[in-house]
């Protein structure tokens, strides 16, 4: 399976804290960010190719790190979508696009926010894909009412089939919170140039899923596990503890 981390952000939220580099490369418990992500993927031995959308500005710096991965024998391809500043930036979902025309990605494809920390068995949701060839999207039960409100959150049908996708609601219908981690079949894959057509200036990928449940069987995957966003200085802080208590639980 290939994997695409959406890693074009310009971090504005961190201010100092990033000093100049991207949030995915930011240190946390020893190694970058995002390298726990793909550390944990590369881990259950089926990742074919990993593809990494970034901005103009952070492109040399993801190519440093880049280059560090085929060392170690991962297939790596950075994708510079050309922003400059925060203000011109594509998008995840045409950053998602452009990654698949630029390249030909066929599903399935594991899609990721290279900004979320994830600690829960990824070879179960790889098994569920598996066993059972369809677009998937990760749900969490969340019991914290603010977070809810600060995610998208999935209403759900028979089966366990996504009906409607709500990005950030005042509101929630449930407390089925989704990320952004997906595997992407190639049906959905196709949909892609239709969306963007219909919605140019979407940026949250959960934009994308909520629109394609509604015209593909999209269904969900409960996670077993705990998920971290990272999005400001104390999200920063909290990870590295975050990190550090894994790390210990495993070591023990």
């Known amino acids: 399976m290939n994997v695409l981390l959406l890693c074009a952000g ?11 580099r991207p949030k995915a490369l930011l240190p946390v418990a020893g190694k970058p960010l995002v390298q726990h992500l793909v550390d944990d993927l590369v881990a259950t031995g089926r990742v074919d190719e990993l593809h990494v959308v970034t901005n103009d500005h952070f492109a040399e710096q993801f190519e440093t790190w880049a280059a560090s991965l085929r060392e170690r024998g991962l297939r790596v391809a ?3 979508d050309g ?23 066929g599903g399935p494809l594991l899609v990721a926010a290279g900004d979320n920390l994830f600690d829960f068995p990824l070879t179960d949701l790889l098994d569920d894909y598996a066993a059972n060839p369809r677009t998937l999207v990760v749900t969490k039960h969340e019991s914290d009412l603010g977070k809810l409100r600060r995610t998208g959150v999935a209403e759900l049908g028979p089966e366990g089939r996504l009906v409607r996708l709500h990005e950030k609601p005042e ?26 057509e219909e919605a140019p200036d979407t ?22 596990g705990e998920r971290l966003d990272i999005g400001d200085p104390e999200g920063y802080r909290a990870a590295e503890a975050w990190l550090r208590a894994r790390r210990d639980r495993a070591g023990a």
């Open 10 to 20: 310009f971090g504005t939220r961190l201010g100092a804290v990033a000093r100049g």
């Open 78 to 80: 950075v994708s510079n």
């Open 83 to 105: 922003a400059t500043e925060n203000h011109n930036r594509l998008g995840a979902v045409r950053d998602l696009a452009l990654a698949v025309d630029r390249h030909g990605l």
């Open 171 to 196: 509101n929630p219908p449930s407390s089925f919170s989704c990320p952004a981690l997906y595997v992407l079949a190639s049906e959905a894959l196709a949909l892609l140039p239709r969306f963007l």
């Open 203 to 224: 940026d949250a990928p959960g934009h994308f899923i909520a629109w394609l449940a509604r015209r593909h069987p999209v269904f969900t995957h409960a996670m077993q």
